[in-house]
């Protein structure tokens, strides 16, 4: 391929008036070896011209994924750099980096480097952990190799070539799968192979009845490894809903988490808690968006919070809700009021949540985290949630809980995250419930939405929430319309409507609401 792009030798380029053909050729040629070597490139059928390469294009084409070639692929354009071009090692790989990534190559499978799978220290250290016998010097061998997986992407690639997963579990099964610290050892460095940018794959097999066995072997019952073997189960499980599906259904994880829960209520531990949290969030969040996945979020929310059927997490998770309103913890606070969020997923669930006390908690958290953004917009998440639930609504108000978040939106006015779920959830409170209404205008929740709109002209989700707030309380209550109207909303809903395309619905229906002149765009 290199022979395509440099005539008459190193560092001499094609004359400029052959680029576009160079760069067909170098195109045929990618393809010609991706056919050569079994390698299939996945061209989207809107992809830019090959000769497109300025730098936003191909980082959106890296980012759908439009081509992808193998390491082989790879170690053998730079082999040619080297043997045909006598380039030196680094400026090879450089060369062969820079020519594919042009073409819109996808090299983040790529270990980019001379010795390929080869390189670094990590294929010495599986080689030494195949050959271990000893629980001690496995565990070593494994702490080893989860540190330098932590410490660059490269070796993650390499391991992950060199099939580490597997000789990470073989080497569990053959020294001692009951050892607390061999299992420790194994899934810490299983975990440190799932990480946010690698290719979502199912979940390694031997994994799955490894994650499982923690729970159901007696000297593996550590509190302890019981928090990790959840912490791996969900990063195994983000972005990747067949590891979702095939944990929680085949290999008992709804009731492992709710044990876990029971047990850390019981010990009062928060770490085991928040990892058990963590993994009910991930479990019901639709986070999996490549095409042809089918989510089944709603189902498994059903399935751990309904009361009608056979598991139901809602007692310990509010249980977890009040030891966290006790503890000056704000990370365990946020875990908590996130779970309620994506377990409120229908009417009844909304309902038995507050029959628990849940409504009442959040809002004694939102009080007492008032300084933490990071709650703050956590338990408005969970009230937005909550509030779907129409009595609910007025509950919520009943507990102070539209005092603490318009005390939050005055309190963080600059905070645009803050400002758009503390909106999200005042919208909610004033859909279909004149009362809130009319209680949100009292105690000057418009004045509070408009100076939210004028701060953060630019954050889209802002002017949406905003935007439905206003259309909400005036739908039922159109007294509020001069209220409203005076304080200058028209301009600013017409503002958000002509900025931001997410906000075309609902300014349209605030301003219709408002009596305006608008025209709903098709």
């Known amino acids: 391929m290199a022979s395509l792009l440099k005539k008459g030798g190193a560092g001499k380029s094609l004359p400029q008036g052959a680029a576009e053909d160079a760069s067909r050729a170098v195109s045929c040629a990618i393809e010609e070896l991706a056919a050569k070597h079994g390698v299939e490139l996945d061209l989207p059928s809107n992809s830019a011209p090959v000769n497109e390469s300025k730098e936003g294009e191909k980082s959106e084409s890296m980012q759908r994924g439009a081509r992808r070639i193998s390491q082989e692929t790879f170690d053998m354009v730079v082999r040619e750099n080297i043997d045909d071009f006598e380039m030196e090692a680094e400026e090879a790989v450089k060369d062969a980096v820079e020519q594919f990534e042009s073409q819109g190559v996808d090299l983040s499978n790529i270990v980019k480097s001379v010795e390929g799978t080869n390189s ?21 061998c494994l702490g080893e190799f989860s540190q330098l997986c932590r410490a660059a992407v490269e070796n993650r690639l390499v391991a992950i070539s060199r099939d580490a997963e597997g000789t990470i579990f073989g080497t569990l099964g053959r020294v001692d799968k009951e050892s607390p610290e061999l299992v420790a050892a194994a899934l810490g460095a299983f975990g440190c192979l799932q990480w946010k940018e690698r290719e979502r794959t199912p979940i390694y097999p031997i994994a799955k009845p490894v994650l499982s066995m923690v729970f159901s072997v007696e000297n593996l019952a550590q509190s302890s490894l019981w928090a990790l073997a959840l912490r791996v189960a969900k990063i195994a499980c983000l972005r990747n809903e067949p590891s979702k599906n095939s944990l929680f259904t085949e290999y008992g994880f709804d ?25 009910i969030r991930v479990l019901c969040t639709d986070d999996d968006r490549r095409q042809g996945v089918h989510p089944n979020t709603f189902q498994r929310a ?76 956590c338990v408005c998440l969970a009230l937005k949630m909550i509030s779907n639930n129409d009595e609910n609504k007025r509950i919520l108000v009943q507990n102070g809980g539209l005092d603490a978040i318009l005390l939050a939106m005055s309190t963080h006015t600059q905070s645009s ?90 300014a349209y229906a605030a301003l219709r609401d408002l009596g305006c002149a608008a025209s709903y765009k098709q």
């Open 417 to 506: 995250t803050l400002q758009e779920q503390c909106l999200a959830a005042l919208s909610s409170l004033a859909l279909r419930h004149p009362g809130n209404c009319t209680t949100i205008v009292e105690k000057h929740g418009v004045i509070s939405t408009l100076s939210a709109m004028e701060r953060f002209p630019a954050a889209a989700g802002v002017q949406r929430s905003a935007c439905l707030v206003l259309r909400n309380i005036v739908a039922r209550n159109k007294e509020y319309v001069p209220v409203i109207l005076d304080g200058g909303a028209e301009h600013l809903l017409r503002l958000a409507r002509k900025s931001h395309p997410i906000c075309d619905d609902v």
């Open 255 to 279: 009731s492992h988490t709710r044990r876990a829960l029971q047990i850390g209520l019981a010990e009062k531990n928060v770490e085991l808690i928040r990892e058990a949290a963590a993994f």
């Open 120 to 140: 670094g220290p990590i294929p010495e250290i599986l080689e030494r952990l195949a050959a271990t016998e000893s629980v001690e010097a496995a565990s070593s």
């Open 302 to 377: 059903r399935s751990l919070a309904d009361q009608k059927l056979a598991l139901n997490v809602i007692g310990d998770v509010v249980s977890a809700l009040e030891l966290a309103s006790q503890q000056a913890d704000a990370d365990f606070a946020a875990d908590m009021a996130l779970a309620v969020r994506v377990l409120a997923v229908n009417n009844d669930i909304c309902k038995d949540f507050t029959d628990r006390g849940a409504t009442r908690m959040l809002v004694e958290i939102l009080n007492a985290f008032m300084q933490e953004v990071k709650v703050v917009r």
